[in-house]
């Protein structure tokens, strides 16, 4: 913009310039119902000035873009014209491409300490407001492979947009291995799930699931002890599951300030044969100091307790301390109880970590590529069964993180343990982790 030659002020203030929108267009429409774009340009009605204006028009922009049904969308302004125009009025048309009728892609999924391969088929817009049926597939040499039949329907086109409500339905086929305890697990079954945001004060994010499954247990060898050994066989859990989000972060894996708080909290007995209540929560404060560093504290907890209907906790629902992810230095799983040396996961568990976090020495010279890098200094505490100190695991170390897509990151820690148990299974030395919630 043209700056005058002493003060450096921009010449034109174009919140000075009077402007109206007298007409808004929305070209591209194919398959979608106009009624779900109409309430895309509310606000650009309510426009005064040019600097508004243009503003409204790329919110709306981006508006279009989330309502899943343009591949891109391009915005033109132009003087209104015509016998309605007004001295000041202008005419914003949006020019969409609508998805094809068939998507697909391939790639790359980052889980909790582990990879895996995805492929996804969609159909968008189905149903002309945004609907979409997927279906989904990875797999991962490690853990968890998976299969899913999704139908997505978003509410953003009604009154209740700035709450962003969702709604789907899944049929899904989930297989976990638990390799620490010679176990693997089968579900399949549905789930139907709600979620909106609500803007009062706070910025939460709300999820209620209700989930029906059956659920099968099998082993990975012959000598299992007989604890997991009386879980085998197929059960069938019906539960309801209510996930609460707060994140004020100024991002998700590096962030320099801002609090992360989440729960999970699920009732299984609504029917079936497995019954149980389970809670969990994990919290992250981060804190800028100077040049560049950052202090950063987290912790987390879980409870697992019996209902009048419970006659025995599912195995694969219990709590595995230990790991990259929840307390370093110590092997996934291997800061809990065990039985014949085979750990079998615990109905409570804490684990809590205090970090320094730094660029890289030299970060100026590598510039951008640095902003990917950190290293960091930490101190981990935990246990299992017990909210008491006494006996309580911890180990401290650093290490270095490297920043994947904006949404995990991989560590390579040096550890060093220094409170275990004689049962626990340690790792002195380089342990490396992938994810994207770390403690």
């Known amino acids: 913009m043209p700056q005058s030659a002493k003060g450096g002020d921009p010449k034109y203030d174009l919140g000075k310039i009077g402007a109206r929108v007298d007409r808004v267009n929305v070209s591209g429409l194919l398959r979608t119902h106009n009624d779900y774009v109409m309430r895309a ?8 000035n040019f600097q508004d204006m243009m503003l409204e028009a790329m919110a709306t922009k981006g508006y279009l873009h989330e309502l899943g049904i343009f591949k891109d969308v391009s915005v033109h302004i132009d003087i209104s014209r015509g016998p309605d125009a007004t001295p000041q009025g202008y005419e914003v048309t949006f020019k969409g491409n609508e998805y094809t009728r068939i998507m697909g892609s391939a790639g790359t999924e980052i889980g909790q300490n582990e990879g895996s391969l995805r492929t996804e088929l969609t159909i968008p817009n189905i149903l002309g407001r945004g609907e979409s ?40 086929r989930q297989t976990d291995r638990y390799d620490i305890s010679s176990f693997q697990t089968t579900n399949l079954g549905y789930l139907v799930d709600f979620s909106a945001h609500t803007m009062l004060g706070l910025d939460l994010t709300h999820s209620l699931q209700y989930e029906n499954s059956i659920r099968d247990l099998g082993l990975l060898n012959k000598s299992v002890p ?6 085998c066989g197929p059960k069938l859990a019906s539960l309801l599951r209510y996930s609460l989000i707060y994140d004020n972060r100024d991002g998700s894996v590096f962030p320099t300030r801002g609090i992360l708080l989440k729960s999970v909290n699920e009732y299984c007995g609504l029917g079936g044969n497995i019954a149980y209540t389970s809670s969990t929560a994990h919290g992250e404060v981060n804190v800028p100091l100077f040049a560049g560093l950052v202090a950063q504290f987290c912790g987390r907890v879980g409870v697992m307790k019996e209902t009048k209907k419970t006659t025995m906790l599912p195995i694969n629902n219990m709590f595995y301390c230990g790991g990259p992810l929840t307390l370093r230095g110590f092997k996934y799983g291997g800061a809990g109880p065990v039985i014949d040396g085979t750990p079998i996961g615990a109905q409570t568990f804490w684990c809590t970590g205090a970090h320094l976090w730094t660029p890289l020495p030299f970060a100026g010279v590598f510039k951008g590529l640095a902003s990917h890098f950190r290293m960091h200094f930490f101190y981990n505490m935990g246990n299992s069964n017990s909210f008491s100190t ?3 695991r911890s180990a401290y170390g650093m290490g270095i993180a490297v920043k994947l897509a904006e949404r995990a990151r991989i560590e390579l820690n040096y550890c060093v343990p220094v409170r275990r148990q004689s049962t626990d299974k340690v790792l002195n030395g380089f342990q490396f982790g992938i994810g994207y919630e770390f403690v």
């Open 41 to 48: 340009a509310d606000n650009l009605f309510k426009a005064t």
């Open 133 to 172: 049926i997927s279906l989904q597939g990875s797999y991962s040499s490690t853990r968890a492979n998976d299969l899913q039949l999704k139908f997505w329907k978003p509410f953003y086109h009604t009154r209740f947009r700035e709450n962003r409500p969702e709604m789907s339905f899944s049929v899904f």
């Open 390 to 392: 006494d006996n309580m």
């Open 226 to 231: 007989f604890a997991i050994r009386e879980h």
